[in-house]
């Protein structure tokens, strides 16, 4: 019998054991900033933004020579949720040995005299929602025009209001 006692008080010392440890863990859970949880939206949200302006094609609009801001600025006041703000910046770019594609005016492409034969033609930005307080997320997207020689870098950053 006293085998018995004592494995069952070593059983009932393990239990407690594991049931303390679930609970600590599941209180520091709850009690946490979720601050992992908020960056992986964030994430994940400014991801879907850019994806979906590169599937609606309103990225490739954006590759002529002139004009984008107020795209850009009706495309995120259509799609991010009224929590979220977010800046958008985007550059052009063009390759055509060391000629520059002729809807670019010389004053801005510099007739693309660089070595490598890039330039960057065009920079734009635009941005809702008040300036970020806190936490920050950003991606970057790639996109590009090979009939007309030309690519960009869009980047967003997502922050709460």
């Not at 009932?12 to 440890?21: D, I, K, S, T």
């Not at 890039?118 to 941005?127: E, I, N, Y």
């Amino acid at each position: 019998m006293n085998a018995r006692g004592f494995i069952f008080t070593v059983e009932a010392v393990v239990a407690l054991f594991f049931a303390l440890a679930l609970t600590t863990a599941v209180s520091s859970y709850l009690t946490g900033t979720g601050a992992p949880v908020e960056e992986l939206y964030r994430q994940q949200l400014a991801q879907d933004v850019l994806t979906a302006m590169d599937k609606n094609k309103t990225l490739h609009s954006l590759l002529p020579s002139t004009g984008g801001e107020t795209t850009i600025q009706s495309f995120l006041n259509l799609v991010l949720p009224p929590n979220a703000g977010a800046r958008v910046n985007i550059t052009v770019y063009a390759y055509k040995n060391n000629e520059c594609p002729n809807d670019y005016c010389q004053t801005v492409c510099l007739n693309c005299n660089s070595p490598t034969g890039f330039c960057a033609c065009k920079s734009l930005s635009a941005s809702t929602g008040s300036p970020p307080s806190s936490r920050v997320s950003a991606a970057q997207r790639f996109f590009t025009n090979r009939s007309i020689n030309k690519f960009g870098l869009a980047t967003i950053e997502v922050w709460w209001k």
